[in-house]
């Protein structure tokens, strides 16, 4: 049995040998793959204390080092479910090395740890702040969702701030990811805003500067802030809201103005969203702002702002404000957005659609729908369409793109939760007719969801007894019926 054991390990140590020669790299790590579940966890400790390991990860070229990833934190996260305090040393080895290859590795192993539910050392979050987030290769994404989750415990630690305010003084990049972290945790954790101050203090001074893709990315990563009630307080305590009209304001007669603009939109809508009535009492020109935005000759810009307006209204207290406070406004903005779908049919047409669905939709579908939002709700849909059926979503319907379709669905699912959208639908000659025809199904996704509307549908209390037993009937085949075809083979030919 010894004998065994040694040869095990003879044999593992020859493989770390082995992966330090690039001619035999290749092959040594598809056989260490091979047999790495056969390993015990005593060997797979020592390959991970091995010194061979590391300078293999810091030469190694992007397939090596995914496999690597199998091979070690695979087999670690199946091996060691509780964690291993082997495992933590080598990643720590791996985040203190001098190349930025193997600190990237080291990384990613305790992105995999964390991914599945096991802890990762606090010193490894330490060393993660003070040697990933200032990297500039491509760990973005993953340096930021995980001290995002993982720095609130720990993000008044003296050694975190530190870091924070260490990373702030490198590139505007690594600034920017800074900013992301913060308010992704303040959003969460607001009792933070205290702590965070010097870092919020140090964004609202890259909006106070000439570099306009800086500030459009700071606005960006702000914009979450106001849709909590926390986020909300301290915007207005630093007076944003008027600060971004100022740079608006700087930017507008020069092209930058592009670049800013569908942030400024967002940013504003959100913000509206929150606490509409309140919001637009105060700050009356922001609203004024997006619906300017929603009649210009730049469909960006008219999306942008009906995206902004259908954040409002997709809550039952912003459609109320919306259609007693500006009904005017909206009349305008949604009596173009007939012509904007089909004019930007494939780039915008299916998101112009979704506006509208948010704009229409009830809050609490599923509950009993307020009689004045069905109400708010069929003024907005016949400004749009123009008309008292649902002529203008049929035609969006047969169009032959399939986002387009799914959006009109969606659309039409939001409709007929309401009653008077099944009486429309009831009076639209022919439009049944088409939901019931399985040969317009090319896309599987859009038939799945066609049959979830019909689904609903056929258990409306307004329409025909004949249209209903054809629903109904629908139902019962299944979304993916398809009718047989008897052909008769007659003898002689004939």
């Keep these: 049995m010894e004998d ?18 690039k001619e035999r790299r290749a092959s040594t790590l598809y056989n260490l793959e091979l047999k790495i579940d056969t390993v015990n966890k005593d060997l797979y400790e020592v390959m991970l204390r091995a010194e061979n390991m590391l300078e293999f990860l810091a030469a190694a070229n992007s397939d090596q ?31 203190n090395h001098p190349s930025d290859t193997v600190k990237e590795f080291g990384l990613r192993g305790a992105h995999t740890l964390w991914d599945a539910s096991l802890p990762v050392a606090t010193n490894n979050i330490h060393l993660i702040l003070k040697n990933c987030l200032p990297m500039a290769t491509g760990v973005s994404g993953t340096v930021i969702q ?3 989750k993982l720095l609130p415990p720990l993000f008044a630690d003296p050694q975190v701030q530190a870091g924070l305010q260490a990373a702030l003084e490198c590139s505007d990049t690594i600034r920017c990811r800074v900013y992301d972290i913060v308010c992704q945790i303040l959003q969460q954790h607001p009792e933070h805003f205290p702590t965070a101050e010097p870092i919020l203090q140090r964004a609202l001074s890259d909006l106070d500067t000439n ?13 979450p802030l106001v849709a909590t009630m926390d986020g909300f307080a301290y915007i207005e305590k630093v007076d944003l ?3 971004l009209k100022t740079i608006l304001n700087s930017v507008a007669r020069t092209p930058f103005i592009r670049f800013i603009l569908p942030d400024a939109l967002r940013f504003y809508g959100n913000a509206a969203s929150l606490q509409p009535a309140m919001f637009f009492s105060r700050y009356p020109e922001a609203i004024d702002f997006i619906f300017e935005q929603g009649y210009t000759e730049d469909d960006t810009c008219s999306l942008i702002a009906y995206e902004s307006i259908a954040v409002v209204a997709a809550k039952d207290v912003g459609k109320i404000y919306l259609h007693t406070k500006l009904k005017d406004k909206m009349d305008k903005l949604l009596g173009a957005v007939k012509k904007l779908i089909h004019s930007s049919r494939e780039r915008y047409g299916p998101r112009f659609i979704d506006s509208l669905t948010n704009i229409i939709a009830a809050e609490n579908a599923d509950s009993t729908v307020n009689n004045q939002i069905a109400v708010i709700a069929r003024d907005f849909y016949e ?27 969606k659309l039409l699912s939001a409709i007929i939760d309401y009653r008077w959208g099944q009486l429309y639908l ?14 317009l199904d090319s896309d599987a996704q859009v038939t799945r969801y066609k049959y979830e509307v019909i689904k609903k549908l056929a258990t409306s209390t307004v329409l025909d007894r004949f249209d209903s037993m054809a629903l109904q009937q629908y139902v019962s085949d299944g979304a993916f019926y398809k009718k047989a075809t008897v052909e008769v083979d007659f003898e002689g030919g004939q």
């Excluded at 040694?6 to 040998?17: F, G, P, Q, S, W």
């Excluded at 749009?384 to 009109?408: C, Y």
């Design 4 to 21: 065994v054991e040694v040869m095990e390990l003879n044999d593992l140590e020859e493989m770390m040998r082995k992966l330090t020669i």
């Design 65 to 95: 080092l995914s496999a690597a990833m199998r091979i070690i934190f695979h087999k670690g996260v199946a091996s060691f479910p509780q964690g291993s305090s082997t495992i933590d040393q080598f990643i720590e080895r791996c985040l």
């Design 146 to 148: 995980m001290l995002a």
């Design 211 to 223: 570099d306009v893709l800086l500030q459009t990315n700071v606005l960006e990563i702000l914009s």
């Design 241 to 243: 809201f008027n600060k």
């Design 383 to 409: 400004a749009a369409a123009g008309r008292s059926d649902l002529q203008m979503v049929m035609e969006l319907f047969v169009i032959p793109f399939s986002e387009v379709k799914m959006a009109s669905l």
């Design 426 to 439: 009831k009076d639209t000659a022919c439009f049944i007719e088409g939901l019931l025809n399985r040969s």
